[in-house]
């Protein structure tokens, strides 16, 4: 009755892997296309931190996207600014959310440029807040 589990569990495992390293490639397109290294997209932690600063939010938001359930609000949020900053709209957030692994490779492999945080930089610079910390500009003592 078990003897073929093994096939089965091959079946599904193959294109599982596939497709993670699909969206993998795809996330480092993206920070590429935001001007960040690929790398910086697969390092646990930090990727959410350079992610913050590819859709203009501060970085404590790693904070609050390391906490259960609130996190799903505001990794939403994120993703909606992760479409505005590469031109998209509301619609291709929600396929970014429900269907990241053909949503991801789109904007990844396309033709989508990045604009900016939310998709206008030249707002997000005259409106934004000049005065809050920054790790990479903050001065070592």
């Known amino acids: 009755?078990?003897?073929?589990?093994?096939i089965w569990q091959m079946v599904f495992l193959?294109?599982?892997?596939?497709?993670?390293?699909?969206?993998i490639i795809a996330l480092w397109k993206i920070y590429q296309k935001a001007?960040?290294?690929?790398?910086?997209a697969i390092v646990p932690i930090y990727n959410i931190y350079i992610f913050t600063k590819i859709i203009g939010k501060p970085g404590w938001w790693v904070i609050v996207l390391l906490i259960p359930?609130?996190?799903i609000v505001f990794g939403v949020w994120g993703l909606n600014m992760l479409s505005k900053s590469f031109g998209k709209g509301e619609g291709f957030t929600a396929g970014l959310y429900f269907f990241s692994f053909i949503f991801?490779?789109?904007?990844?492999?396309?033709d989508a440029?990045?604009?900016?945080p939310f998709g206008d930089k030249a707002a997000f610079d005259t409106y934004g807040?000049?005065?809050r910390f920054d790790f990479e500009q903050a001065q070592q003592f």
Do not use: H
Request: hydrophobic share 40%.
């Open 1 to 6: 009755m078990y003897e073929n589990s093994g």
């Open 14 to 23: 193959v294109p599982f892997l596939i497709i993670t390293v699909i969206v």
């Open 35 to 40: 001007g960040y290294q690929g790398w910086e």
């Open 69 to 71: 359930y609130v996190n």
């Open 104 to 110: 991801f490779p789109i904007l990844g492999f396309g």
């Open 113 to 116: 440029k990045y604009l900016g």
């Open 129 to 131: 807040d000049k005065n």
